[in-house]
């Protein structure tokens, strides 16, 4: 991969850009206008957003006033944890197109799989979800469909229903916390593995050892974060409000890390913490 440009393909054949822009906790308004704008303008043409997150009229807004043509962008968004079964899938759907203002999504994703407010009856709840995603999806409004935060029992649960195979799971992914059994799981099923929190969380610009591999390749921490995500074979999310990191973050395709570097910062268990258990959440 030599660019933001270049892409992995889905197992429909669809194409997604190899390196997402993430915008968790960018307020909506002119901060997150202004951080996508920035992100398009340096090369990014995956976005990722979510009900959740309270931007997607930001996002839209951005991407509106980019001049891209929406035909080159691939924006993603997911449902949220009050809507889950058929009905309230379809309308969750349809409010977040009018904030985006579009046409049809590149992706969507039910967010989490098991919300407190489905906490006895999620199976359900998700088969419903899903029916709904696969008829959008046949219908064209979403090119592809996946999960977040699925683990292989809500992957296996949800099989039991559904026609189409996820074609995204996107979970929590970083130095250290490498879930390689649900990796390994959905890499049998075609399944890309999408890495939010590419950068775990602030510890890790803490970590003497990632600090060191950051002098050896004279780049960033960061950097070294979303070059070993993308040479994990994962598709890294980084998110940033300032326009520097935002350029700075894009910068990863003019160095290799050696596979013994790979290995290494994989191996850098609890630098970043760990992955919430899904089936836990208190929202």
């Not at 080159?72 to 889950?84: D, P, Y």
């Not at 994990?232 to 326009?243: C, E, I, R, T, V």
């Amino acid at each position: 991969m030599k660019s933001l440009k270049d892409c992995y393909k889905l197992h429909n054949g669809v194409c997604i850009p190899c390196i997402g822009f993430g915008t968790w906790k960018i307020s909506d308004g002119d901060v997150c206008v202004s951080a996508v704008k920035t992100a398009l303008s340096v090369g990014y043409r995956h976005i990722d957003t979510a009900v959740a997150y309270g931007n997607e009229e930001s996002v839209g807004l951005a991407i509106r006033q980019s001049g891209i043509p929406r035909e080159e962008l691939f924006i993603t968004s997911k449902l949220w944890n009050n809507a889950h079964g058929y009905k309230e899938t379809m309308e969750a759907f349809e409010q977040s197109m009018e904030r985006l203002r579009l046409d049809y999504l590149d992706l969507y994703l039910i967010h989490w799989p098991n919300p407190i407010k489905y906490r006895n009856c999620w199976q359900d709840a998700n088969a419903g979800t899903w029916k709904a995603f696969e008829e959008l999806y046949k219908a064209g409004r979403i090119r592809s469909i996946g999960v977040s935060n699925f683990r292989i029992h809500h992957i296996d649960e949800l099989m039991q229903t559904a026609a189409v195979v996820p074609m995204v799971n996107q979970i929590r992914l970083c130095p250290g916390d490498t879930q390689d059994e649900l990796v390994e799981y959905c890499r049998k099923r075609n399944i890309l593995l999408e890495a939010y929190s590419p950068l775990g969380s602030g510890l890790i610009f803490d970590s003497p050892e990632m600090k060191a591999f950051a002098e050896k390749y004279n780049k960033s921490i960061s950097q070294i974060c979303i070059r070993w995500s993308l040479q994990m074979g994962f598709l890294p999310l980084p998110k940033s409000a300032n326009s520097e990191r935002i350029k700075e973050n894009s910068e990863v395709f003019d160095f290799e890390l050696s596979q013994e570097d790979v290995k290494a910062i994989a191996g850098l268990k609890g630098v970043c913490g760990y992955s919430s258990d899904p089936d836990k959440i208190p929202f």
